[in-house]
């Protein structure tokens, strides 16, 4: 079995399934928007704040009266929907899309880290929705504007890849049509969108932007070189080649 790159969770050339590992990654992701839900239907904010002996009160913005076929208000109910968005997308792209293994130990790491990030756009909704500056009403508009787009261009960039490699005649070819034609790493872009859409939508504009810086500079600085060496030692020249041909890594006419 090969072994992953540093910081990397696929393991790249190796193809198949692992059963438990699907196991675990389908119950890990499918179970985040139950706690998500739970969390905005009762913030734990209020108990620690008080523990800490802070005497800040938590007022979220609730956008409306809650929705009979949720439970929770408008603005709520768009934020679970993330929540459940994010659990679909990846359930799809393993089942789908990737090619490579999920083992148990990827599976756990995948899962908590995901649920870390939904949970603390939970958190970052209660505590900044009590102060109109850090959540103004419009960020939940454009938040979710910006999550639909990045899922769309991760998932849609991900079907055109998968269209391309599944043809025997493209066996041994890099796949530079599409979406990937306007940055090598497309798929990273649009994940970095929609966890940023999530996070404003969530937290507000504030909160978008270092999500978003965050997810630029962790793909930038250790996703991108760690795929760009097992690019360019799998396909040699032809990797060179697309680099000259797609020049952007994550951002078009920037990056």
Known sequence: MAEPKKYDLVYRGTYGNDLLGNILFVVGRSLDP????????????PRITSFLGLSTSFRPVTGGAPLPSTGLSPFQTAIWAM????????????????????????????SLINTLLN????????????????????SVYVGATLY?????TEVVSELQRRSFKSDSKNDGKIY???????????????????????????GGPLWGVLVLAFFLKDFGTRAV???????????????????????????????
Do not use: C
């Open 225 to 255: 070189p760690v795929l760009d060496e097992y690019m360019a030692k799998k396909y040699g020249e032809q990797w060179t080649q697309v680099k000259h041909k797609v020049p952007y890594a994550l951002i078009p006419g920037v990056w």
């Open 83 to 110: 929540s459940i968005g994010s659990a679909a997308k990846q359930i799809f792209w393993k089942f789908v899309v990737a090619r490579e293994p999920i083992y148990p130990s990827s599976a756990f790491a995948i």
């Open 148 to 152: 639909i787009t990045g899922i769309l």
């Open 34 to 45: 139950v706690l998500q839900r739970q969390l905005l239907l009762k913030s734990p904010l």
């Open 119 to 138: 949970t603390l756009n939970t958190l970052a909704y209660s505590a900044s929705a009590d102060n109109p500056a850090y959540f103004p009403h419009w």
């Open 176 to 202: 530079t049509g599409g979406l990937f034609s306007v940055a090598r790493h497309v798929s990273y872009t649009g994940y970095s969108m929609w966890r940023a859409g999530y996070a404003t939508a969530a």
